[in-house]
């Protein structure tokens, strides 16, 4: 996150689908319980926009906006994600139901940690890095981003406007399902959740692998059997019961001894 807010980050563009982007973004989402409790509509455009976007990015756009407006909504409320086109423009709408922006708030919405005292208990004090991170992306992709918002308890919609790529690619043929490679059962575990979302998201994109992801090592323990993975990327630092634990109670558990595990930050040892 840091390089990209310093502006180290190069694109790695390609010739994308606009739905095709915005139902990874919101799969991801749904698969790390954005949606839970929570009325979730997506209406798609009728016929294919072509971008020419970073795939990962603009997904992480998309995720960013989602999580953002589940935040910021309380249980029983609707978002809404609307896309189309206008004016030669992609347009994403993200809406929801929630607690809503103060009209002296919307002009500086996206600068880094802005305040709102209505958004205490729910951003620790601002509205955190997610807003300035979409801003910076969006704008590196010659596109813009706003929100709007009739005031407190009236909801919010966050607009983003990118170019449509002008000459769509040739549609590709699929691929044979016989050269599919299959992914693995990850478990992530970080108590940092924007890393482990992002891992996560990341893992399921280029990979093909299904991710399940968890913040604490209580929590890790308790879905894992479920879960079943084949590779635990696991976070020593954790906060209460330490990665080293975490890793010591999955190899009791016999279905697990031969489990590959990846230590995170403050590894130390083989």
């Known amino acids: 996150t840091s390089r990209i807010m310093q502006g180290k980050i190069e694109l790695r563009k390609e010739s994308v689908e606009l739905a095709a982007l915005i139902d990874q973004a919101v799969k991801a989402a749904r698969a790390l319980g954005d949606g839970n409790q929570r009325e979730f509509v997506v209406t798609l455009p009728e016929q294919p926009i072509w971008l020419k976007a970073d795939p990962v990015r603009m997904v992480q756009v998309i995720q960013n906006l989602l999580h953002n407006a589940v935040k910021y909504s309380d249980a ?17 709408n993200v809406r929801d139901t929630g607690i809503g922006i103060e009209a002296e708030l919307l002009p500086s919405i996206f600068e880094l940690f802005t305040q709102s005292s209505r958004s205490l208990d729910r951003a620790q004090g601002g509205l955190g890095i997610g807003l300035t991170l979409v801003q910076r992306l969006v704008e590196m992709h010659e596109g813009s981003v706003f929100a709007q918002s009739e005031g407190p308890g009236r909801g919010s919609t966050i607009v983003i406007r990118l170019p449509i790529e002008q000459t ?75 990665g080293w634990q975490v890793a010591k109670s999955i190899r009791a558990m016999h279905e697990f001894r031969d489990v590959f595990r990846v230590r995170g930050r403050h590894a130390r040892g083989d």
Do not use: K, W
């Open 76 to 92: 029983g409320g609707r978002i809404e994600l609307i896309a189309g086109s206008q004016d030669g423009r992609a347009v994403i």
């Open 168 to 242: 769509p690619p040739c549609a590709a043929p699929p691929p044979e399902r016989n050269h599919v490679t299959p992914g693995r059962r990850i478990f992530v575990v970080d108590d940092n959740v924007g890393a482990a979302r992002t891992l996560s998201l990341l893992l399921a994109q280029r990979g093909n692998h299904l991710v399940e992801t968890a913040y604490d090592g209580p929590s890790a323990l308790a879905r894992i059997r479920e879960f079943q993975p084949e590779i635990v990327l696991l976070d020593i630092g954790l906060p209460g019961m330490d």
